[in-house]
Nanobody, 123 residues
Framework: VQLQASGGGLVQAGGSLRLSCAAS????????MGWFRQAPGKEREFAAA????????YYSDSVKGRFTISRDNAKNTVYLQMTNLKSEDTAVYYC?????????????????WGQGTEVTVSS
């Protein structure tokens, strides 16, 4: 599976952005998908994840209530809708995929990673 993240950019605090992650391959619908982020000078951290069917979603406490993860299996794409953005959301955002996942927040459980898209939130 190859992943291509897009949609990042510069936005003012309080604004919104939607990230997309397009996947190659016909088995996308069987993969659990996650979004992780890495802020400057910090470790990469979990943001959100969605099960293969889209029936289950998971969020970190820091984004819960502001971010929404969704997927369109017909388009081989997963999305991250980000609202009420804060300066602390500034990071490079990565999408990741895994066919088998026990702990959605564990980045070691993901087998495939996209190249990242940068989000900068100005205050």
């Amino acid at each position: 599976v190859q992943l291509q993240a897009s949609g990042g950019g510069l936005v003012q605090a309080g604004g919104s952005l939607r990230l997309s992650c397009a996947a190659s391959g016909r088995t996308f619908s069987t993969y659990h998908m996650g979004w992780f982020r890495q802020a400057p000078g910090k470790e990469r951290e979990f943001a959100a994840a969605i099960s293969w069917s889209g029936g289950r979603t998971y969020y970190s406490d820091s984004v819960k209530g502001r971010f929404t993860i969704s997927r369109d299996n017909a388009k081989n794409t997963v999305y991250l809708q980000m609202t009420n953005l804060k300066s602390e959301d500034t990071a490079v955002y990565y999408c990741a995929a895994s066919p088998i996942l026990k702990i959605y927040s564990d980045q070691n459980g993901y087998d495939y990673w996209g190249q990242g898209t940068e989000v900068t939130v100005s205050s």
